[in-house]
Nanobody, 117 residues
Framework: QVQLVESGGGLVQPGGTLKLSCTAS????????MGWYRQAPGKQRELVAR???????NYADSVKGRFTGSRDNAKNTVYLQMNSLKPEDTAVYYC???????????WGQGTQVTVSS
């Protein structure tokens, strides 16, 4: 069974740093583009960062320059380094694994990130 497990969320002050991890099992990790999405209360889920199998990344404009996505294929793990956190970053962050053309798409259960003083 496919499983994506996020970790690393928590409470941090504005300007602080968190690093999220997502470890996948039950799939051939190297075949998948990995993504980080987030959803705040009352808002739609949005793409935060995407990391290809070759560690090519793209980011939402709101996090560009502050967040960095990466992956370690040997560990079946994708990361999201979050620096200079803002209250607007508060959301549940979800890990996603996707094959080309959407032939496979899997989600983790999410990890809460709260940025508050």
């Amino acid at each position: 069974q496919v499983q994506l497990v996020e970790s690393g969320g928590g409470l941090v002050q504005p300007g602080g740093t968190l690093k999220l991890s997502c470890t996948a099992s039950g799939l051939i990790f190297n075949f998948y583009t990995m993504g980080w999405y987030r959803q705040a209360p009352g808002k739609q889920r949005e793409l935060v960062a995407r990391v290809t199998t070759d560690n090519i990344t793209n980011y939402a404009d709101s996090v560009k320059g502050r967040f960095t996505g990466s992956r370690d294929n040997a560990k079946n793990t994708v990361y999201l380094q979050m620096n200079s956190l803002k209250p607007e970053d508060t959301a549940v962050y979800y890990c996603n694994a996707e094959l080309p053309l959407g032939r496979r798409n899997y989600w983790g259960q999410g990890t809460q990130v709260t940025v508050s003083s």
